[in-house]
C-alpha cells in the first residue's frame, strides 16, 4: 500500500462537478492498494499518516500530529500511485489491487483513522475525481507498507 500525504490548508473533492468533500487544515492522503495487501497493511498506514508529526509546535518544530492538533485527514483512492512507468512512456496499472480488493481496504484505513479519533472525508472509490488543495509548507511524503521508499 502507497500513500501521498500532503499536508495542506484546505482541500476539496469534486465528482462530476459536486462536492463531496472538504476540509480546512490538516493532511490529504491519496492511497493506491497492491494486490496482497491486507487489512492489517490499511491499519498501520492509518497508524502512520495520523501520527506524523507534520505541524509546527510553538518553537516552530515538527511535534505534532493530527491526532495532538484535532485536524481532519482527507482520504481519496488513487490507483495510479501503483503505476509501473519502467518501459514505455504509457503508465501500466498491473500492479494496483483489482477494485474489489482495494476498496474494503481503502476503506479499513477509513476506519482505522476514525477509531483513532480523527475525522476524516474521502473522495468516492472508483470515480473520476477533481481534488483541490492548497499544499502547506509545502509538505509532500511519500509512504510505502513495504518499504519501497
Known amino acids: ?43 498501520s498506514m492509518a497508524r502512520k499518516i495520523v501520527n506524523l508529526r507534520v505541524f509546527d509546535d510553538s518553537e516552530g ?29 504509457r503508465p501500466s496499472f498491473g500492479s494496483a489491487a483489482p477494485a474489489e480488493e482495494a476498496e474494503p481496504l481503502v476503506e479499513a484505513v477509513v476506519a482505522a483513522a476514525v477509531e483513532m479519533g480523527v475525522p476524516v472525508v474521502t473522495g468516492q472509490f472508483g470515480a473520476s475525481m477533481s481534488v483541490e488543495l492548497v499544499n502547506a509548507g509545502p509538505m509532500t511524503l511519500l509512504l510505502d507498507t513495504r518499504d519501497a521508499f
Open 1 to 43: 500500500m502507497r500513500a501521498v500525504v500532503q499536508r495542506v490548508d484546505r482541500a476539496e473533492v469534486r465528482v462530476a462537478g459536486e462536492r463531496v468533500a472538504e476540509m480546512r487544515a490538516g493532511l490529504l492522503a491519496l492511497v493506491g492498494v497492491a494486490p496482497g495487501d491486507t487489512r492489517s497493511d490499511a491499519v
Open 61 to 89: 518544530r515538527l511535534n505534532h500530529s493530527l491526532v495532538d492538533r484535532g485536524y481532519p485527514l482527507g482520504v481519496v483512492s488513487q490507483f495510479t500511485l501503483m503505476a509501473d512507468c519502467r518501459r514505455g512512456r
